[in-house]
């Protein structure tokens, strides 16, 4: 068993930052990709951005410029520090792993934090 937790989230106002974290725990012995996904009201789920455990990144469009996601792989954990923040970045915010346990591989999902960007 893997399991993500997410943090960080909470109210904010436009132009405003906000930092998540994704800690993840369990039977893991290596972590490939990680990355973070959103889902607004109404909308279908997004990647906003993603990291190698190299540490090569990769974003949306829509963020680059504002978000910088980052990892410590001694913690097994995720970042996302979220700069310049606008309401349309109001979301449910996720994160996803790719674990490899001692059981085989997993993609991990966490339950998500809400993120509000009040103009």
């Known amino acids: 068993q893997v399991q993500l937790v997410e943090s960080g989230g909470g109210l904010v106002q436009t132009g405003g930052s906000l930092r998540l974290s994704c800690a993840a725990s369990?039977?893991?012995?290596?972590?490939?990709?990680m990355g973070w996904y959103r889902q607004a009201p109404g909308k279908q789920r997004e990647l906003v951005a993603t990291?190698?455990?190299?540490?090569?990144?990769n974003y949306a469009d829509s963020v680059k410029g504002r978000f910088t996601i980052s990892r410590d792989n001694a913690k097994n954990t995720v970042y996302l520090q979220m700069n310049s923040l606008k309401p349309e970045d109001t979301a449910v915010y996720t994160c996803?792993?790719?674990?490899?346990?001692?059981?085989?591989?997993?993609?991990?999902w966490g339950k998500g934090t809400l993120v509000t960007v009040t103009s």
């Open positions: 996803n792993a790719a674990v490899w346990t001692v059981f085989g591989f997993m993609d991990s």
């Open positions: 369990g039977n893991i012995f290596r972590i490939n990709d």
């Open positions: 990291i190698t455990i190299g540490s090569s990144t």
